[in-house]
């Protein structure tokens, strides 16, 4: 069974930074690409940016290049989102989603169960 | 970016009736749309891929349609745990491949 499981939630303090963290089991990591969509409260889903595992290609929604950092280790089936500088406006649902078909983007047949990150002073 | 509208915002049916939901897309994207479920405090869930086929378990009462730039998801028979807030989403043209922002569907 495909697994997406996500690190707890957290409190943290504007510029602080952060990384939270995706692990995957049931499959083989290398082989799918791992997105991460953001959700702000009370609002709709938002595409960040997805990595491929295999060689560790990143791309990135303009909305969020240069605001956040994925990355992956595969010796541990993880991938990560990071921040470091934090801001308010940050706050909000973070879940990682696993395109469903080996080498390509598209839909999402598994997600992680959402971390809550909390920014504020 | 592709721009996916949906509509409407909010959708209110009885138990037992059909629903019917709309995504465009602003610009061609042939089959390559999903539909997601997102109930409350939960994580989005897949419901239909490329258009018009089910996903693993999605119960035949969800019926996906369209192409190119307008699309439809179906939900007929209503039940009280279809309740819940459900996006579209292109992969034809990334990054980012975008979603929807939604549509809120309440039984009655």
């Known amino acids: 069974e495909v697994q997406l499981v996500q690190s707890g939630a957290e409190v943290k303090k504007p510029g602080e930074s952060l990384k939270i963290s995706c692990k995957a089991s049931g499959y083989i990591l290398n082989s799918h690409w791992i997105a991460w969509v953001r959700q702000m409260p009370g609002k709709g889903l938002e595409w960040m940016g997805i990595?491929?595992?295999?060689?560790?290609?990143?791309r990135y929604s303009p909305s969020f290049q240069g605001r956040v950092t994925i990355s992956v280790d595969k010796s541990i089936n993880t991938a990560y989102l990071q921040w470091d500088g934090l801001r308010a406006s940050d706050t909000a649902m973070y879940y990682c989603a696993r395109c469903s078909s080996q080498q390509l983007v598209n839909w999402f047949d598994s997600w992680g169960q959402g971390t809550l990150v909390t920014v504020s002073s | 970016d592709i721009v996916m509208t949906q509509s409407p915002a909010t959708l209110s049916v009885s138990p037992g009736e059909r629903a019917t939901l709309s995504c465009r897309a602003s610009?061609?994207?042939?089959?390559?749309l999903a539909w997601y479920q997102q109930k409350p405090g939960q994580a989005p869930s897949l419901l239909i891929y490329?258009?018009?086929s089910r996903a693993t378990g999605i119960p035949a009462r969800f019926s996906g349609s369209g192409s190119g730039t307008e699309f439809t998801l179906t939900i007929t028979s209503l039940q009280s745990e279809d309740s819940a807030v459900y996006y579209c989403q292109q992969y034809h043209d990334w990054p980012p491949a975008t979603f929807g922002q939604g549509t809120r569907l309440e039984i009655k």
């Open positions: 490329a258009a018009s």
């Open positions: 990595i491929y595992p295999g060689d560790s290609d990143t």
């Open positions: 610009q061609s994207i042939r089959s390559n």
